[in-house]
């Protein structure tokens, strides 16, 4: 078992690739203020408690950006927070139709791109 990274580019008013962190406990793609503005993201009106991996709770903007990864791209929500590594949560994982193989270091293809209609 292993972690995952993959390489994200995240568009806004301008367009960024970075390497982020698969992170199947986390529910969105979380980046630092600096990043966020330099994209220039669409900030939403709704904040969210995210709980960190030591259980403390935290208030996150949340902003909508459009993806890509693994040649698939779609909307996702990006959480504003101070981390040192950019992370992908399942949010945007699913909406891509994607999953992280540990063993291979690698993002699967698992269902549609743009995720499912139900």
């Avoid at 962190?21 to 939403?44: A, C, K, N, Q, R």
């Amino acid at each position: 078992m292993g972690y995952v990274y993959v390489d994200l580019v995240i568009k806004g008013k301008a367009s960024k690739s970075v390497k982020a962190l698969v992170d199947t406990g986390s529910t969105y793609i979380v980046l630092d203020p600096t990043t966020i503005s330099e994209i220039g993201l669409h900030e939403t009106p709704f904040n969210v408690e995210l709980t960190l991996a030591d259980k403390r709770k935290v208030e996150a903007k949340l902003y909508l950006a459009e993806v890509e990864a693994g040649g698939r791209r779609g909307p996702a929500l990006v959480a504003e927070l101070n981390v040192p590594t950019p992370i992908m949560g399942v949010y945007a994982l699913e909406t891509l139709g994607l999953r992280p193989n540990p063993l291979t270091g690698r993002l699967e293809i698992v269902g549609p791109e743009g995720g499912y209609l139900l």
